[in-house]
């Protein structure tokens, strides 16, 4: 069935179609989740495992060890890292792309079942969980007040703000942080535990068997049974001194005789502020399916009923907020795309000097935008700065097919047909064109069913939502346009342009174009008689831009403006709390006095959880909030390199300022923020050092590089501890009973928890800090012997003075350090890696260690190697369906010379705006793949309907260029100026598809303006090698052997 016949003989039809596109569409959008990129289906999953106590050394070989040998054997695993760290040990098992994560966590529980009994019996049980990169908080408050003291505002946090934000639809946790707690320490003396013969542990599990409530069984009263409870729960402090500690022999003690029991609050070793005020933390994440910018506004709509609860004087306030981000950047994206779609109407506008056939062509537009919208909802699509950046790109193609439909259309009218038969001949005369064209844009996205990891996760969206948009254009094209253009365009529409002065925009723009293709049809004519000239400025302007690439830089992805950024402060291992406080403090002052900082939620130590918990005691933490863009004079990036020379000159202090990025990548975040990661692995900790110092002196030395950091972890001092295993078998006791003993002396036991109305109240058991600050007291610890007599520690280990690294990370099983740097505002991440991968030459590593480049490098390694994979089997494809469409292979041929000035745009485009080849500027270039060849295919297409009425081919090329040059201008200028928006990148997020945009625009403006002349050329080239080749042919061939006249494999 012919649609187009069909749309213009029942155009009712046509309308309650196009009519149920646009209700289904505007249905479905609303419904879309919102947030700022794809999400991402990252193949990770980490084991947990906690061993309290226990030096990184310990936990290395006693428990990562193991783990590792045991994932590493695991199929599809790509890598296997490690973190072991005092107390704890982290391994990430990170498999190939493809992999069912689902799967691949449940056999890491399997395997865990079996190495669980390989582990130490005191250590926690293994803990297995996906590696989910979108499980960042979405916002991060603070509760906060001028005098108000932190026992009261973590007390507000944990019972009136926590609750309330956790009840908006769509949060999935609420994380609380700093403040102090309160806590009821029982400070034991140890003479009166030596004095009376009672071990630590027997206090703790007097407190837990005293603090009791539990129903003790049934009773009648009367008729009824009801129940019988014992409630033997401490109602004050004061209870707590009253419990009765055994001392043996029937006998017990008051648990008051035995120290002091403090009403209190937990030993202060972290500190959060909001703008240089006291302040507790709150950090919100939301469900895995929830729509960012729904959950944020419903957390701000809640946070206006929490202040009305909040005493006099407290505050909860925003500290950072990503759906703002997100909502401005899709506000960006919609602007530019309303803007491109009125500057493509302008131009089609003056082109077509009519408002009647500008509006058929317009209202394919939103018709093909709100269709997506449904298209994107049942294939489970967010609405995000790619999907919408993809639409915006495609805008301009989006009225290519319903143009060169209409143009056909007028082409006939002028002929002399009626409005239905115009509209019928017109839409079926390029038909096979405008399916050719809309097959060829839609075949650059059909490798991303090839394709994996980072690329797949951003492009496959997109190419989803081009996809659809094409496909609805198509169709309104083929079946809308006719149908309009059949009821709407005058019965006889005279293009002359009126002679003499005319005040109409068009009648000035209609000559300017008809000067344009008299000035072309004498350019034609010139390059056909001159075509090595032709060919040889062709290959010239190639190479030069091959040249000129050398001179763009590149990246991963395009750096964007986030207005917020982060400062760590870390000193020596060790230091104390108040001395990190001090210096973090200090910095702190200089940065509120930045005019562009609007506020900065600052944390030190090594407590509190959540989304701000700091590493330990010497280290701090800033997250800076710049002033919205509109209103501040500075980029973030410009603030950054304040903030750093503003920092420089801290002895001691390793000070690194990077921005706030919304990509959450293991690949990328592995990296601390940094630009460039270089990655030792060796077995010995010692050489690991002297080789990361070695690469770390020779980047700091490098132009353009900034923030180099040496992670590795020098040793820090530590106390060992040899037990003799056989004094303690003498007395009967295990080391796991002195490693018990030795950690409830000085990290303390929570004995049991005191309820305070609706408040959970911990009860610590501890040795006075006087008694643990004292090295001399930790020999006269006393241990309890099996037959239950007592003797210190002494007696059965001696301690001594060490050291030890405080973590040891691996990768694949080796030892791991790494060298970190940032580029500098101006310089490109790949100038960066090409200096490092230089230096690294130079520094040959010994027998068994290896330095490698790590972190974003190999991320757009990889990714740019797929993608220019994918840009293959793209033009393969577009020239595939071009063939199959025109069952030629010569055309299709001839077409894709279209092809190669693409580069010459595109680059020339990426260096005068001074923008890098990143992974959306070469997803740019794939999506040229099939817009270019739109114009060679409509010159060509049309050049042998010619032929095919008996022109030669000369004389074709000549006539269909100059009929065909006007529609080929309005579609590239549709599409060019739909862009242009973009290209300028203006407003929050635009930098993420300016790059593309830039790539786009620039490649199908060059590509067109050297098609019109390069590929009649080339066609008259191959047909005369042809000829050739025909001839001698027919000279040695019987007739019968060849193709028919037309050639329909070779012509």
Do not use: C
Not at 253 to 275: A, C, H, M, N, P
Not at 811 to 824: D, K, P
Not at 929 to 955: C, F, K, M, S, W
């Amino acid at each position: 069935m012919n649609l187009a016949n069909f749309s213009v003989n029942r155009p009712v039809t046509i309308l309650m179609m196009m009519i149920a596109l646009l209700l289904v569409g505007g249905i479905a959008a609303p419904l879309l989740p919102v947030d700022l990129y794809p999400s991402m289906d990252i193949p990770t999953a980490s084991v947990s495992v906690s061993w309290s106590g226990a030096s990184p050394t310990q936990v290395e070989n006693q428990v990562t060890k193991r783990i590792e040998s045991s994932m590493a054997t695991l199929p599809n695993v790509q890598s296997v890292t490690s973190n072991s760290r005092t107390g704890s040990s982290n391994v990430t098992v990170t498999f190939n792309y493809g992999t069912d994560i689902q799967e691949a966590t449940l056999t890491m529980r399997d395997r865990m079942d079996r190495v669980r009994r390989q582990l130490p019996t005191d250590a926690d049980a293994p803990v297995v969980s996906k590696v989910d990169p979108n499980s960042q908080p979405i916002m991060n408050l603070a509760v906060y007040g001028k005098g108000v003291d932190l026992i009261t505002l973590r007390d507000i946090a944990d019972n009136t703000v926590s609750p309330a934000v956790q009840r908006v639809d769509g949060v999935a946790s609420v994380g609380v942080s700093g403040g102090r707690t309160r806590q009821i320490q029982v400070l034991l003396d140890p003479n009166k535990l030596l004095q009376y013969g009672i071990a630590f542990s027997a206090v703790t599990t007097a407190l837990g068997n005293d603090n009791q409530s539990t129903d003790a069984g049934l009773i009648y009263k009367g008729d009824q049974l009801v129940p019988l409870r014992i409630d033997s729960e401490f109602k004050s402090s004061a209870e707590i001194e009253k419990v009765q500690v055994s001392i043996g022999r029937g006998q017990t003690v008051d648990l008051g005789e035995l120290g002091k029991i403090v009403d209190t609050y937990q030993d202060v070793t972290f500190e959060s502020r909001k703008d240089g005020e006291p302040s507790v933390g709150i950090s919100i994440l939301k469900q895995s399916d929830g729509n960012t910018v729904a959950v944020a506004d419903g957390v701000r709509k809640a946070m206006k009923d929490i202040q009305a609860q909040l005493p006099e004087g407290v505050k909860i306030g925003t500290i950072n907020d990503t759906s703002l981000y997100i909502k401005n950047s899709i506000n960006t994206v919609i602007e530019h795309t309303l803007l491109g779609g009125i500057f493509s109407i302008i131009i089609l506008m003056l082109f077509l000097n009519s408002i009647r056939a500008t509006l058929i062509i317009g209202v394919v537009i939103p018709i093909a935008v709100i269709s997506t919208f449904s298209m994107m909802y049942f294939s489970h699509q967010t609405i995000n700065t790619i999907t919408l950046g993809g639409l915006a790109l495609g805008l301009g193609s989006l009225v290519d097919f319903a143009v060169v439909v209409l143009e056909s259309i007028f082409r006939k009218k002028e002929e002399g047909f009626g409005p239905l038969e115009a509209a019928k001949q017109g839409a079926a005369e390029v038909g096979t064109a405008v399916l050719a064209s809309a097959l060829a844009q839609l075949a650059v996205f059909a490798p991303t069913v090839f394709i994996n990891g980072l690329v797949k996760n951003f492009f496959a969206p997109m190419a989803l939502t081009v996809s659809f948009s094409h496909i609805a254009a198509l169709f309104a094209a083929i079946t809308l346009v006719p149908m309009l253009a059949s009821k709407l365009l005058k019965e006889h529409h005279d293009e002359t342009l009126p002679e003499g002065r005319s005040y109409n925009p068009a009648v000035w723009f209609g000559r300017g174009v008809q000067r344009f293709t008299r000035g072309y049809a004498a350019l034609l004519r010139w390059s056909l008689n001159h075509r090595w000239v032709i060919i040889v400025v062709t290959v010239g302007l190639l190479g030069g831009s091959v040249f000129l690439s050398k001179f763009v830089g590149n990246e991963l992805m395009p750096k964007t403006d986030e207005g917020s950024l982060n400062v760590n402060i870390s000193l020596a291992q060790g230091t104390k709390f108040e001395i990190t406080n001090a210096l973090v403090t200090e910095i702190e002052n200089k940065i509120k006095a930045i005019p562009d900082v609007e506020t900065m939620f600052t944390t030190v130590g090594g407590f509190g959880g959540g989304a701000f918990q700091s590493a330990a005691t010497n280290s701090g933490n800033m997250t800076v909030t710049l002033k919205p863009l509109a209103e501040r004079k500075m980029k973030t990036e410009q603030v950054v390199e304040q903030i750093r020379n503003m920092t420089q000159g801290y002895a001691g202090a390793s000070i690194n300022v990077n921005s706030r990025s919304s990509i959450r990548l293991p690949g990328l975040s592995s990296g601390g923020g940094a630009d460039v990661v270089v990655n030792l692995n060796g077995p010995d900790l010692a050489v690991l050092s002297k080789l990361a110092e070695m690469v770390a002196d020779g980047m700091r030395g490098m132009e353009g590089v900034r923030n180099v950091q040496n992670t590795f972890d020098r040793n820090i001092p530590a106390f060992d501890l040899t037990i003799d295993r056989d004094a303690a078998a003498h007395y009967g006791i295990s080391t796991r009973e002195i490693m018990t003993s030795l950690r409830s002396a000085y990290q303390g036991s929570v004995a049991t928890n005191y309820k305070a109305g609706d408040t959970q109240i911990s009860v610590m058991v501890r040795y006075p800090t006087e008694f643990t600050n004292n090295l001399e007291n930790l020999n006269q610890i006393v241990l309890m012997t099996s037959s239950g007599g007592q003797v210190p520690l002494s007696a059965v280990a001696k301690v001594a003075p060490g050291s030890s690294p405080s973590q040891i990370r691996h990768e694949n099983q080796q030892r791991l350090t790494t060298v970190q740097a940032s580029a500098a505002p101006g310089y490109a991440v790949g100038d960066l890696s090409a200096q490092v991968q230089a230096l690294l030459k130079d520094i040959p590593p010994p027998d068994g260690y290896s330095i490698t480049m790590g972190g974003a490098q190999n991320d757009m390694n990889s990714s740019f190697k797929s993608l220019y994979m994918m840009m293959i089997i793209s033009v393969l494809l577009v020239y595939m369906v071009m063939a199959s469409q025109f069952e030629s292979l010569y055309g299709p041929f001839i077409i894709m010379f279209s092809l190669p000035p693409t580069l010459i745009g595109a680059i020339l485009g990426l260096y005068l705006t001074n923008r890098t080849i990143n992974m959306n500027s070469v997803m740019g270039m794939i999506m040229l793949v099939g817009i270019v060849v739109n114009n060679a295919i409509v010159l060509i297409d049309y050049t042998n309907q010619l032929r095919g009425r008996g022109l030669n081919l000369r004389e074709a090329l000549l006539q269909a260029g100059q009929i065909r040059l006007r529609p080929i201008l309005m579609t590239t200028a549709t599409t060019v100026l739909a862009m242009l928006p973009l290209v300028i990148g203006f407003g929050e997020g635009a930098e993420a598809q300016a790059s593309m945009a830039t790539v786009v625009a620039f490649g199908l403006a060059i590509s067109t303006m050297v098609t019109l002349v390069l590929v009649p050329v080339v066609y008259t080239l191959f047909d005369g090698m042809l000829d050739i080749i025909r001839s001698k042919f027919k000279k040695n061939t019987p007739p019968s052997s060849l193709n028919d006249a037309d050639g329909t494999i070779i012509s």
